[in-house]
């Protein structure tokens, strides 16, 4: 079945370090893929997407390309802030289908 | 536009006892979900309904029943709590069921099962 994998966290970075956390996916079909945001407290929130293979979604300054050649989906950021502190999930909706599929989740942690 | 809604924020029950979550949208979506979240398993969904008038299981739906009360409202119902129920649950909602389109969560309600 279709799955998703993330890196497991937590994250620790200084304010201003380069962010990278890895997605990797299984699926069959074409599915789309997204980076969700949770910060404390509060429910998921959309950061990017991308639908199609090559596609690079991007929002706030995070960045992910959609490699199928790879099946992956990393999420980066070129200089992370206190404010970015929270969890990403990786998910993909399969293509025709109600079904999303959610990471596990990886917690960032940003020192000032 | 308030998004997605739900209530109550905290819940505390005995086993045995029953509670309906609720949750509500003002986004003129067609489709509802809920979730639960767990500690290092990321969200599993419970139920889903594709528009109104229709529900369907998810991968967890044990336990669990739905109503799909308008386009607007869509109500979790659990009617005998359980400790392994003890979780956070996330309402969500999206334009329709399908690929490439995304989902908008509530704010979600933490529940404990004693």
């Known amino acids: 079945g279709n799955s998703v994998t993330q890196m497991e966290g937590p994250v620790t970075l200084s304010e201003e370090a380069f962010l990278t956390i890895n997605c990797t996916y299984t699926?069959?079909?074409?599915?789309?893929l997204f980076w969700y945001v949770q910060y404390p407290g509060e429910g998921l929130q959309l950061l990017l997407k991308a639908t199609k293979a090559d596609d690079k979604g991007s929002n706030k300054g995070f960045e992910a390309t959609y490699r199928k050649e790879t099946t992956s989906f990393h999420l980066e950021k070129g200089s992370v802030q206190v404010s970015d502190s929270a969890v990403y999930f990786c998910a993909l909706s399969d293509s025709g289908t109600y079904k999303y599929i959610f990471g596990t989740g990886t917690r960032l942690k940003v020192l000032a | 536009n308030a998004g997605v809604t739900q209530t109550p924020k905290f819940q505390v029950l005995k086993t045995g006892q029953s509670m309906t979550l609720q949750c509500a949208q003002d986004?003129?979506?067609?489709?509802m979900y809920w979730y639960r979240q767990d500690p290092g398993m990321g969200l599993r969904l419970i139920y889903y309904?594709?528009?109104?008038?229709?529900?369907d299981k998810g991968e967890v739906p044990n336990g669990y029943n739905v109503s799909r009360l308008n386009k607007r409202e869509f109500s979790l119902r659990l009617e005998s709590a359980a400790p392994s129920q003890t979780s956070v649950y996330f309402c969500?909602?999206?334009?329709?069921?399908?690929?490439?389109?995304?989902?908008?969560f509530g704010p979600g309600t933490r529940l404990t099962v004693t």
């Open positions: 986004m003129n979506h067609n489709s």
């Open positions: 969500a909602s999206s334009e329709v069921v399908g690929s490439g389109y995304e989902q908008y």
């Open positions: 699926a069959t079909g074409y599915p789309s």
């Open positions: 309904s594709a528009s109104e008038g229709t529900t």
